[in-house]
C-alpha cells in the first residue's frame, strides 16, 4: 500500500485513533474526540483529507520494488520503511498521523478495485466504508477528489522494463485531492 504525493497544498498533523489501522492513501477523518479515523461512506461522512502515514502492525504503507537479481522486494510485506524501530507505524512515537488537505495531486494503490467501478479520468472519487477510494457513489455525500489517470503501472524511477524503461511500483490510480 502506497501514496505518492506528487504535489501538495498543505501537509497537516492530527491525533491519531490509537486503536485505528490507517496506510498512506487512506481518506480520512475526525471522530467525535477530534482524533483521525477512516473516512467511511456514510451520509454523515466528512472526511477531511488523505493519510500521508502508516499505523499498522502488519503493513508497510511505502511502495516497494524489487531489489537485486533474485526478485526479492525490500523490508516488509510491501516496502521500504523509514523507522527501523517500527517499520509499520509511524505514529508511535507522536501518536499523531499526517494529513494533505486543501488540494493536490496524488498517486496511490489504496483504491477499491472490484467489484469493477469504472475508472476513467475526470470522474468524481468518493470514500467506500473503510476509507478506500471509489467512484462508486454509494450513501456518499462528499467528493474526496477527481480521477486524474485510470490504474496503471506507476514508474519508480528505478530502472527496469516494467513501465518506460522502468520498475513498476505496482497498479496506483493518479488523482487530484479536493478536501
Same mark, same amino acid.
Not at 491519531?16 to 467511511?40: C, H, K, P, Q, R
Not at 457513489?137 to 486524474?148: I, M, P
Not at 530502472?159 to 505496482?170: A, F, I, K, R
Given at each position: 500500500?502506497?501514496?505518492?504525493?506528487?504535489?501538495?497544498?498543505?501537509?497537516?498533523? %492530527?491525533?491519531?485513533?490509537?486503536?485505528?489501522?490507517?496506510?498512506?492513501?487512506?481518506?480520512?477523518? %475526525?471522530?467525535?474526540?477530534?482524533?483521525?479515523?477512516?473516512? &467511511?461512506?456514510?451520509?454523515?461522512?466528512?472526511?477531511?483529507?488523505? *493519510?500521508?502515514? =502508516?499505523? !499498522? /502492525? &502488519?503493513?508497510?504503507?511505502?511502495?516497494?520494488? /524489487?531489489?537485486?537479481?533474485?526478485?526479492? &522486494?525490500?523490508?516488509?510485506?510491501?516496502?521500504?520503511?523509514?523507522?527501523?524501530?517500527?517499520?509499520?507505524?509511524? !505514529?508511535?512515537? !507522536?501518536?499523531?498521523? =499526517?494529513?494533505?488537505?486543501?488540494?493536490?495531486?496524488?498517486? =496511490?494503490?489504496?483504491?477499491?478495485?472490484?467489484?469493477?467501478? #469504472?475508472?476513467?479520468? *475526470?470522474?468524481?472519487?468518493? !470514500?467506500?466504508?473503510?476509507?478506500?477510494?471509489? &467512484?462508486?457513489? #454509494?450513501?456518499?455525500?462528499?467528493?474526496?477528489?477527481?480521477?486524474?489517470?485510470?490504474?496503471?503501472?506507476?514508474?519508480?524511477?528505478?530502472?527496469?522494463?516494467?513501465?518506460?524503461?522502468?520498475?513498476?511500483?505496482? =497498479?496506483?490510480?493518479?488523482?487530484?485531492?479536493?478536501?
Amino acid at each position: 500500500m502506497a501514496l505518492v504525493e506528487e504535489f501538495h497544498v498543505v501537509a497537516d498533523e %492530527f491525533d491519531l485513533n490509537a486503536s485505528v489501522t490507517v496506510i498512506e492513501g487512506d481518506i480520512v477523518m %475526525f471522530n467525535g474526540s477530534a482524533e483521525i479515523i477512516l473516512a &467511511t461512506n456514510g451520509a454523515s461522512s466528512r472526511p477531511i483529507g488523505i *493519510a500521508g502515514d =502508516t499505523s !499498522s /502492525t &502488519t503493513t508497510c504503507g511505502m511502495p516497494g520494488v /524489487t531489489i537485486g537479481g533474485s526478485g526479492g &522486494t525490500a523490508v516488509g510485506n510491501k516496502g521500504f520503511s523509514n523507522r527501523a524501530s517500527d517499520p509499520f507505524n509511524e !505514529s508511535t512515537a !507522536s501518536g499523531k498521523v =499526517t494529513v494533505y488537505h486543501g488540494g493536490g495531486k496524488f498517486a =496511490t494503490d489504496r483504491y477499491v478495485a472490484a467489484p469493477s467501478p #469504472s475508472w476513467a479520468s *475526470a470522474l468524481p472519487l468518493y !470514500s467506500d466504508s473503510v476509507g478506500q477510494w471509489t &467512484t462508486a457513489v #454509494s450513501t456518499a455525500t462528499v467528493v474526496c477528489g477527481v480521477c486524474a489517470a485510470a490504474p496503471a503501472a506507476y514508474r519508480s524511477g528505478i530502472p527496469g522494463t516494467d513501465v518506460n524503461g522502468d520498475q513498476s511500483l505496482g =497498479t496506483f490510480i493518479e488523482l487530484v485531492l479536493s478536501l
